[in-house]
């Protein structure tokens, strides 16, 4: 099955630093999706981007589909961006419903 | 609206217990899917509804048992469960099941099996 991995694991950010999370996927996707898990365990939607560039405030996404990457930048972060960010990617079933694989995810923290 | 609700937040059970988790939305999706999230791990995918009928089911004990009362409820009714259970229990839904629709997910519930 298709294998998605995010880089960095880990990332510990002052206060007003940028920062860039990667996501790389093994095989070709329809959409991908990155999300924001809170401390309390809520995910929130972030980018449905399966191609192309979306901004969102200080967030804006990349994904490359032919090169099998996405990108998140997050800018002048803040210490609500801490938590982990997930990507996404759905595959196939032979049931005929997509099923979504998450990421590994990268695990923020933005220090005041 | 884009809210997936789920019931209730925080559930403690013994392992000789019966219990059931609940999820709503209003946003008349057509897919609705649980996750199971272990600590520090991504969410992994255990049952995928889509016009009422269990459409993905990976194999998950049959100490869960998912059921699909109407197109906006999905609940997980949950019995004899074990220690390693414990985890964060997700509900997500999406427009429809065969194109790629992007999800959304509830709150969740937090689950300890003592």
């Known amino acids: 099955g298709i294998q998605v991995e995010q880089s960095p694991p880990d990332l510990i950010l002052q206060e007003g630093a940028n920062s860039t999370l990667r996501c790389n996927f093994s095989d070709s996707v329809n959409n991908l999706q990155w999300f924001h898990q809170n401390p309390w365990g809520q995910l929130i939607n972030l980018f449905y981007?399966?191609?192309g560039t979306k901004q969102n405030g200080r967030l804006s996404a990349t994904t490359v589909a032919t090169e099998r990457y996405s990108l998140l930048y997050i800018s002048s972060s803040q210490t609500t961006d801490s938590g982990v960010y997930f990507c996404a990617v759905p595959t196939y079933s032979w049931s005929g419903t997509y099923k979504y694989i998450f990421g590994t995810g990268t695990r923020l923290k933005v220090l005041a | 609206d884009t809210e997936v609700t789920q019931t209730p937040k925080h559930l403690v059970m013994g392992m000789t217990n019966k219990k059931s988790l609940k999820c709503e939305q209003h946003?008349?999706?057509?897919?609705m899917y649980w996750y199971k999230q272990k600590a520090k791990k991504p969410p992994e995918l255990m049952f995928v509804?889509?016009?009422?009928?269990?459409?993905i089911n990976e194999s998950v004990p049959s100490r869960f048992s998912p059921e699909c009362p109407n197109s906006s409820l999905l609940n997980l009714h949950l019995h004899a469960l074990q220690p390693e259970d414990s985890a964060l229990y997700l509900c997500?839904?999406?427009?429809?099941?065969?194109?790629?629709?992007?999800?959304?997910f509830g709150p969740g519930t937090r689950l300890t099996v003592t």
């Open positions: 997500a839904s999406s427009q429809d099941r065969g194109l790629a629709y992007e999800q959304y």
């Open positions: 946003m008349g999706h057509r897919a």
């Open positions: 981007i399966p191609s």
């Open positions: 509804y889509s016009y009422e009928k269990l459409s």
